[in-house]
């Protein structure tokens, strides 16, 4: 454009000037001499806030070149001069050290023209420190990234929209043993299970249509997991966590994503699953109430039927709300102690403790308990056994057996008493006895005097089978009247079985005492032994083989031994005869 009424010329320079300095860059004229001079012979405006040199052009290529860092400097002259000496373009980058002290990352480029011996350069200089320092933080991050990639368990990848592999990490040879150009190679049919090959399509098929809707994230992630194929035939579950890789109109163009090998996690989670539905079974099933409460605050988290039914409580009423507010604990302060007990203990066996049930009763219990977690918060799952009804029957049992006791001892005095006296009374018919041997003896001895005093012998003896009979019947007077109804008397109480056979034992041999059966067999005539003569009585009074057995403390097999030696010795061998009807005929 020539500027009206003007110097066309001179209107070409100025809107040369003009168009220089409106460029974001430092333009420049630099001409090279045949005799080795080189300068510049133009720089605009703008170059001052690029370099902070003065832009007067003489000795600028002197005053620029020195500001030119140390170490690039030597390549910055290198490349001039080849460009020089070949009449070529020349472009370089280089950093420039502003006389502040400020490093700039500096672009040159220029073309050449012979202008007679000389040669001109006009070119242009940019300020390109933004984009320079932003590639060297991008190198950096790729170097960081490179290294993460290559040395993580972690396997890091790309793939476009039909799940192919566009890139993937090193990594992936250690943990599916596919090298990343295997994998890039393969189809992604032939690296997810059909099943988990599903679901990614439906999950990449969701996330698109959601990803048209207003308000979504477009920097979302999403976690999920499938199962891959190993190289060596087997399968892997990984976790991956996937995002959208996006083009500048934030258009979704691939998927980004990193994958972890979690098919051991899974094996633990499945292998805690089992063992928790057990555990689920084996809690509500119990029969005996059981309970799992916050350890912290004796918040309800579950309970079993059995534990509703003995509380009095809904399982459904319980749940979420304490201990304390259901009034279960009688002194809720205890409820510290007892937590205090277990966190020291890490469990309890059996401690007693008494509840407050719904209706407001009081129930003694058992409790153990033991510490458990559940999604890693510390719990208490107890085991309540209510012992109210065995405590009531103990204590009941306690008293009957003080009571008892007190009988018994009552009983036993009366008994010894009666003994005491019949063992006086024994002694005295044995001092007699003794008395009249002694006299018998020496009536013997007095041969000569026997007949003078067989008269009176006659009669001493007669007296003595009197006192002996009068002695005979006070004894057994005295058990009938005395003894026999104080064992009635005892037999009445409550006993157990060992006492009431001990009593039946001494029953029977008092009344074997009395009997003139005891007197007629004692005799031995029949050739009874003292254990048969005790069997031949029992049978006497009607008593079963199994009761002489319990009675005696013998065996069956003993007891009906004894009773075939008392028939053979009675002459019964062969003989249909009742042997009990035998035995009550032997009374005279």
Not at 64 to 88: K, N, T, Y
Not at 496 to 515: C, G, H, K, P, W
Request: proline share 3%.
């Amino acid at each position: 454009m020539t500027p009206v009424g003007g110097d066309p010329l001179k209107g070409s320079d100025d809107l040369f000037r003009e168009l220089a300095d409106a460029i974001p860059a430092a333009v420049y004229q630099f001409y090279a001499r045949e005799n080795g001079e080189m300068g510049l012979s133009y720089i605009s405006r703008n170059a001052r806030e690029i370099t902070g040199l003065d832009n007067s052009v003489g000795g600028y290529f002197e005053r620029f070149r020195a500001c030119v860092a140390p170490e690039d400097r030597e390549g910055f002259l290198a490349s001039i001069m080849q460009a020089v000496r070949s009449c070529s373009r020349w472009e370089y980058e280089w950093r420039f050290i502003r006389p502040d002290g400020e490093e700039r990352y500096l672009q040159g480029a220029s073309n050449p023209k012979r202008r007679g011996g000389d040669i001109v350069f006009n070119g242009v200089v940019l300020d390109v420190t933004d984009r320079r320092k932003a590639e060297i933080a991008l190198q950096e991050s790729e170097a960081k990234y490179r290294f993460l990639a290559e040395k993580m368990n972690d396997i890091v990848w790309t793939m476009d929209l039909g799940l192919r592999t566009t890139y993937v990490s090193p990594s992936i040879t250690r943990m599916l043993g596919f090298t990343p150009e295997e994998r890039m190679a393969q189809d992604p049919k032939d690296q997810l299970t059909p099943e988990s090959y599903e679901l990614c399509m439906r999950m990449l098929a969701q996330e698109l249509e959601r990803d048209a809707q207003e308000g979504v994230d477009p920097d979302r992630m999403i976690t999920m997991e499938a199962e891959y194929y190993h190289k060596d035939g087997t399968k892997r579950w990984f976790e991956n966590v996937v995002s959208a890789i996006r083009d500048g109109s934030g258009s979704v163009v691939g998927l980004h994503g990193v994958s972890r090998d979690v098919t051991e996690r899974r094996r633990v989670e499945e292998a805690l699953l089992a063992s928790e539905r057990k555990f689920s079974a084996a809690f509500h099933a119990s029969p005996a109430p059981m309970v799992i409460t916050d350890i912290h605050q004796g918040v309800i988290i579950d309970a079993n039927e059995a534990c509703a039914a003995w509380s009095g409580y809904n399982r459904e009423e319980v749940i979420g709300r304490t201990t304390i507010e259901l009034g279960f604990w009688v002194q809720p302060p205890a409820r510290a102690g007892f937590v205090s007990h277990i966190l020291k203990d890490g469990g309890m066996d059996s401690f007693p403790l008494t509840y407050r049930v719904e209706n407001g009763e009081m129930r003694d219990t058992l409790h153990s308990a033991r510490i458990i977690e559940l999604e890693g918060v510390p719990c208490i799952l107890s085991h309540i056994q209510d012992v109210t009804e065995m405590r009531r029957a103990q204590e009941e049992l306690l008293r009957h057996r003080v009571q008892l006791e007190e009988m018994v001892r009552s009983r036993t005095r009366d008994l010894s008493n009666a003994l005491e006296e019949l063992t006086r009374e024994v002694e005295a018919r044995k001092k007699i006895d003794a008395a009249l041997r002694a006299r018998e003896i020496e009536l013997r001895n007095r041969g000569g005097e026997l007949e003078d005093m067989n008269a009176a012998l006659k009669v001493l003896l007669r007296q003595r089978d009197e006192d002996r009979q009068a002695m005979e019947m006070n004894i057994v007077s005295n058990i009938r009247t005395l003894v026999l109804p104080a064992l009635e008397n005892l037999e009445q109480s409550r006993l157990d079985q060992e006492q009431m056979r001990s009593l039946a034992l001494v029953r029977a041999q008092l009344q074997y005492i009395t009997s003139p059966f005891a007197r007629i067999v004692s005799l031995g005539h029949l050739g009874f032994t003292r254990a048969e003569i005790k069997v031949a009585a029992l049978i006497r009074e009607g008593k079963s083989s199994k009761e002489i057995s319990r009675l005696l403390d013998v065996s069956l097999n003993t007891v009906h031994t004894y009773r075939f030696n008392i028939r053979t010795k009675a002459g019964l061998k062969n003989s249909k005869q009742n042997l009990r009807t035998f035995l009550k005929t032997l009374n005279s």
